[in-house]
């Protein structure tokens, strides 16, 4: 049979649990590269066949069958993304475990705390120091009783409570192990993913391989990358929307995943490894649309006024092919003439900052700024945006290779139904929605509606044709005391999208109007406070009337595409950035709005002093 992706995805069509998505590719093209990471030692990028990732498999099964766990037990893995990370998570699910994913960039309080919650009998790391950390959270895990290191030898003599292993000497006792457990059924758990908590301790979500085998299966009805197309990971896997998309349905459709050797090395390694597919949120794309307007702001006014025509004619072609409205111009006439020339001096350009060879540009996990779409897919990079949670293992709806509408978030997956109930709440039913809350059934009774429909806490609306677009969450879409209704996440976005403003918290619930509470970049405030002339060094700098002037201005032009009564009419400035580690972010990085709260009631009522 042609290794073709139709006939690879009515393979992977037939698979129904989550470890035989590698066993099927090595069966049919064993010698094709299936990982690619650079090993610093010897300074070279290490390719993994998928010969060579099942046999590496199978060494981690016997290891881990050697342990003595028994079906159903959690194996906690805190690991980077790489080789070692698929083989501790495959091993774990063709052993019949369940793997539970830890954030590496969590704090070691939230890490331990999962660990207890799931009753984790194993965890997988990579140094010591991560294990001390978590230990010293001082959270009774009566459960753990081994602690692996990937990246180091294993302390000889420790009073903690578990037994130390070091990779190669635990890899070593599976040796002479030869009857491996039995393999999970489809019911089975394929992993307990622990949510961000925004509002309170995370909850465990309990997917089935059903679940994320279906999810996949139904991505792939939409978006379809040929075997073979090189995916460049550099999402954490430990959340869902990278496990199933830059992970599962990568390996399941035989293409090759190449880890990043880091967030800062990402742009080089865009230009390296010259990528097919991506997996990104939208921060990634807003870092890349800021760095691109901040270089355009030291060019010539001719500079501005090409990018600006070639985003404008590139966007006219991009609606065109998917069938939305064209706005035309006196010189629209012109663009099937203009258009090569535009393409090879600037379309060309950004493409290449991405290695000039992506066929697909994923975006999820949060809204994408239409102004940021319009760019990238007028420019030719065209990204396809989607929605989902956890609890949907994770895509719900996608725009695709056929249909694509930046302002939604495209059509549910086949197979999945959707809905608005009251409230306008998106509510779902399909397969690849979760068995349920671990350990928690009042929150999973509550997470769905009488009539089995799981409810997103997402406020949603259809358009005639069908697209979803996303509002805001219900608990979340401020309500002033003028009555007006202001989604907080889309205003936030907006600002943020000017490289002055770092971080957005927007205000103003039962308040008469909206505030925000902003982190700035220290750059940008240099150069700002230098033409107001202010001393940037100087804390009274950031409370000035003139920067407060200043900075409301930029605010109302980032956010012009907002109704009136949804501009801030007053901001507090920080340089602090609010972090995972001081609690103020989640590990998807998304803000804690109850503890930005609290933090900040003392300038909240400032903010809003003398007004009622």
């Known amino acids: 049979m042609a290794d073709t992706s139709q006939a690879r995805f009515e393979a992977l069509s037939r698979l129904k649990t989550l470890d035989q998505f590698i066993p099927a590719r090595t069966a049919v093209a064993p010698h094709t590269e299936a990982l690619r990471q650079f090993d610093r030692r010897s300074n070279t990028w290490e390719r993994i066949s998928y010969r060579d990732l099942s046999e590496r498999i199978m060494v981690w099964r016997r290891a881990f069958a050697k342990l003595g766990l028994e079906r159903g037990d959690r194996?906690?893995?805190?690991?980077?993304?790489?080789?070692?990370?698929?083989?501790?998570?495959?091993?774990?699910?063709?052993?019949?475990?369940?793997?539970?994913?830890?954030?590496?960039?969590?704090?070691?309080?939230?890490?331990?705390?999962?660990?207890?919650?799931?009753?984790?009998?194993?965890?997988v790391t990579t140094r010591q120091n991560r294990w001390d950390s978590i230990y010293l959270a001082h959270t009774v895990m009566p459960k753990l009783k081994e602690v692996i290191f990937t990246e180091e030898s294993a302390p000889e003599h420790r009073n903690d409570g578990v037994r130390h292993w070091d990779l190669e000497n635990w890899l070593a006792t599976g040796h002479d192990v030869t009857e491996l457990p039995e393999?999970?059924?489809?019911?089975?758990?394929?992993?307990?993913?622990?949510?961000?908590?925004?509002?309170?301790?995370?909850?465990?979500?309990?997917l089935t391989h059903k679940n994320v085998v279906s999810n996949v299966?139904?991505?792939?009805?939409?978006?379809?990358?040929?075997?073979?197309?090189?995916?460049l990971s550099f999402l954490p896997v430990s959340h869902t929307f990278e496990r199933q998309c830059g992970y599962y349905l990568a390996l399941g459709m035989g293409c090759t995943i190449v880890y990043t050797r880091s967030i800062q090395q990402l742009a080089e390694d865009f230009r390296?490894?010259?990528?097919?597919?991506?997996?990104?949120?939208?921060?990634?794309?807003?870092?890349?649309?800021?760095?691109?307007?901040?270089?355009?702001?030291?060019?010539?006014?001719?500079?501005?006024f090409m990018f600006n025509w070639a985003v404008e004619v590139g966007w006219r072609r991009f609606c065109k092919r998917f069938g939305?409205?064209?706005?035309?111009?006196?010189?629209?006439?012109?663009?099937?003439?203009?258009?090569?020339?535009?393409?090879?001096?600037?379309?060309?350009?950004?493409?290449?900052?991405?290695?000039?060879?992506?066929?697909?540009?994923?975006?999820?996990?949060?809204?994408?700024?239409?102004?940021?779409?319009?760019?990238?897919?007028?420019?030719g990079l065209v990204i396809t945006q989607g929605y989902g949670m956890t609890e949907s293992s994770p895509i719900i709806a996608g725009n695709s290779t056929s249909y694509n509408h930046p302002h939604t978030v495209g059509k549910p997956l086949p197979g999945t139904q959707v809905r608005l109930g009251a409230d306008n709440e998106i509510q779902v039913k399909s397969d690849s929605i979760m068995k349920g809350y671990w350990n928690r059934p009042q929150d999973t009774k509550d997470a769905f509606t009488e009539d089995g429909w799981f409810k997103t806490g997402d406020v949603g609306e259809f358009d005639d044709e069908g697209y979803l677009r996303i509002v805001g969450r219900i608990k979340e879409i401020i309500v002033t005391s003028t009555g007006e209704k202001v989604p907080p996440a889309d205003l936030e976005q907006a600002i943020e999208i000017d490289p002055l403003f770092e971080q957005s918290y927007v205000i103003g619930e039962n308040r008469p109007f909206i505030s925000t509470i902003i982190v700035l970049n220290k750059e940008e405030w240099k150069k700002l406070a230098t033409t107001l002339n202010l001393d940037p060094n100087d804390p009274e700098s950031l409370h000035a009337t003139v920067t407060r002037n200043a900075v409301l201005k930029r605010i109302k032009a980032a956010a012009k595409d907002f109704p009136q009564y949804a501009l801030p009419r007053n901001a507090w400035l920080t340089l602090d950035p609010w972090t995972i580690d001081n609690e103020l972010l989640t590990p998807t990085l998304k803000l804690k709005r109850k503890a930005l709260a609290q933090k900040y009631a003392p300038q909240i009522q400032t903010l809003y002093a003398g007004h009622r």
């Open 75 to 123: 194996v906690a893995i805190l690991l980077p993304n790489g080789v070692d990370s698929v083989c501790c998570d495959q091993a774990v699910l063709a052993n019949g475990y369940v793997p539970v994913p830890l954030h590496a960039i969590d704090t070691a309080g939230s890490s331990a705390y999962i660990i207890a919650d799931s009753e984790a009998k194993v965890l």
């Open 183 to 206: 393999g999970p059924q489809e019911d089975d758990l394929a992993a307990i993913v622990y949510t961000s908590g925004t509002t309170g301790r995370p909850k465990g979500v309990m």
């Open 217 to 231: 299966v139904n991505t792939l009805k939409t978006v379809l990358p040929a075997p073979g197309s090189v995916f």
């Open 272 to 304: 390296i490894v010259r990528p097919n597919v991506i997996i990104s949120v939208p921060r990634i794309y807003e870092r890349i649309y800021a760095k691109v307007q901040a270089k355009l702001a030291r060019e010539s006014a001719f500079v501005r």
């Open 324 to 379: 939305m409205p064209v706005e035309k111009t006196s010189t629209s006439w012109l663009d099937p003439v203009i258009w090569p020339v535009l393409d090879r001096l600037v379309s060309r350009t950004l493409l290449d900052q991405f290695g000039g060879q992506v066929q697909i540009a994923i975006s999820g996990g949060a809204a994408l700024s239409s102004k940021i779409a319009k760019v990238f897919c007028g420019l």
